[in-house]
C-alpha cells in the first residue's frame, strides 16, 4: 500500500516540462491519429492501357556453340612453356574432358592441344597481320608510346607468371587493345629463363609487335590498321587442364658415366659453393648466362632454389639442359644439380 501511494503522490507532482509535452501529444493525435489510413490520389480517366511486358528472354542473344576460331594456330593451355615436340607417356584425366567445356568447341581436345582442322595459309596470315601492322612507327611515336606504357603505374598490364603466354592471355591482350594501343607486360618466374621465346609467342598468338624490352618489361603493340571489330574469335579455357606424365627428366645413371661416376658427380655438387640464389617468381633473366660462364672453370654446379617450390626446380632444370646446354644429374633439398656434360674436342 504505501509503494502505491507514493507512486500516486509522485504522478500528481509531475514536472511542468513533462505535462506540457504530454498534451502537445495527445492534441497531435487528436488531429491525425497513428496509423490512419492513407489515401490513394484517384487514377486518371484517360490513361492509356499498359502493354503487355516482353518476355525478356527472347531479347538475350543466344549463345551459338561449338565456337568456330579462325585462328592458325592450335590451342594449348601454355605456348611458351610446353614443347610440343614431347610427348607425354600418360595422362592424369582422361582426354575427354575439355577445359573449353563439352561441346563449346569446333575442335577435338586431345590432352595436351586442340589441333586445327583445316589447312593453313601461312602467306595469307602474313599478309593479312602485316596490313594490320600498317607501316612501321617512327622513333617519336615509338617514344611517345613508351613512356606513356612503360611505368609501373600503368593501368594496361597483364602479368606473365610461370604459366607463360597462356590461352587466355592472348583474349586478354585484345580486351585490352580495345581502348589501348599498347599493353604493357611483365614476366616473372620461370620463363623469364628465356625471353626471346616469349616475346615469339607473344607477337606469333596475338599479332602485335614488341616495340620495347627492357629486362622483364615488355611493350606489345597492336597495329596502326587495328579494329576491335574484327579482333579474332579466342574461344576461352574454362579451367586448367592436369598436366600430362613426360619421361622421367632425371636417369639413375647419367647419359657417358657410369653409376659410380653420376654418385660422385652428385656428391660434388651437394658439397660445392652455390654459383647463385633463385627466389620465387623472380626474374632469372640472367642465369643462362651465369651459368655458361661457370662451365668454363667448374664441371658441377649447384643451383639454390630455396622456397622456389619443387615444380618451379624442375622447369628451371628442363630450361638449363636446353638453352645452356647441360645436363640435369640431381633434385634434393630444392636444389639443382647440373653437369655440363663431356666436351667434344
Known amino acids: 500500500m504505501l509503494k502505491l501511494i507514493s507512486r500516486r503522490r509522485h504522478h500528481h507532482h509531475l514536472p511542468p516540462i513533462i505535462s506540457i509535452s504530454r498534451q502537445l501529444t495527445q492534441s497531435h493525435f487528436e488531429d491525425d491519429p497513428p496509423f490512419s489510413p492513407i489515401l490513394k490520389p484517384p487514377k486518371p480517366q484517360n490513361q492509356e492501357p499498359q502493354k503487355p511486358k516482353q518476355d525478356a528472354s527472347k531479347n538475350k542473344p543466344q549463345n551459338n556453340f561449338p565456337v568456330k576460331s579462325d585462328l592458325p594456330f592450335d590451342f594449348r593451355y601454355s605456348y611458351s612453356e610446353i614443347n610440343p615436340s614431347v610427348e607425354p607417356i600418360g595422362y592424369r584425366e582422361t582426354p575427354k574432358f575439355s577445359p573449353f567445356g563439352p561441346g563449346r568447341l569446333d575442335r577435338k581436345w586431345t590432352g595436351t592441344a586442340a589441333p586445327s582442322q583445316q ?4 602467306a595469307g596470315v602474313e599478309e593479312q597481320r602485316s596490313a594490320i601492322l600498317g607501316e612501321p612507327l617512327s622513333e617519336e611515336e615509338v617514344l611517345e608510346l613508351v613512356e606513356r606504357y612503360r611505368h609501373s603505374d600503368c593501368s594496361r598490364q597483364i602479368n606473365l607468371g610461370k604459366g607463360g603466354v597462356t590461352h587466355n592471355m592472348i ?5 585490352h587493345w580495345k581502348k589501348a594501343e599498347a599493353v604493357r607486360i611483365k614476366c616473372l618466374g620461370v620463363p623469364t629463363l628465356d625471353m626471346d621465346n616469349v616475346c615469339f609467342h607473344l607477337e606469333d598468338k596475338s599479332g602485335g609487335k614488341i616495340i620495347y624490352r627492357q629486362i622483364n618489361i615488355l611493350l606489345l603493340y597492336r597495329g596502326r590498321n587495328y579494329n576491335p571489330r574484327n579482333r579474332p574469335i579466342i574461344p576461352l579455357m574454362l579451367w586448367k587442364p592436369y598436366p600430362p606424365i613426360y619421361p622421367k627428366l632425371i636417369k639413375n645413371v647419367a647419359d657417358g658415366l657410369t653409376f659410380e661416376e653420376t654418385k660422385e658427380m652428385r ?8 654459383v647463385m640464389k633463385l627466389t620465387r617468381n623472380g626474374v632469372y633473366v640472367n642465369v643462362i648466362e651465369k651459368v655458361r660462364e661457370a662451365f668454363e672453370t667448374e664441371e658441377v654446379l649447384r643451383i639454390d632454389c630455396a622456397h622456389v617450390g619443387m615444380s618451379d626446380c624442375k622447369r628451371i632444370a628442363v630450361k638449363l639442359m636446353d638453352l645452356v646446354p647441360c645436363v640435369p644429374i640431381l633434385y634434393k633439398d630444392e636444389q639443382i644439380i647440373i653437369w655440363r656434360g663431356k666436351k667434344t674436342m
Open 119 to 122: 589447312a593453313v595459309d601461312m
Open 171 to 175: 583474349d586478354d591482350i585484345h580486351n
Open 267 to 274: 656428391n660434388r655438387g651437394l658439397n660445392s659453393p652455390p
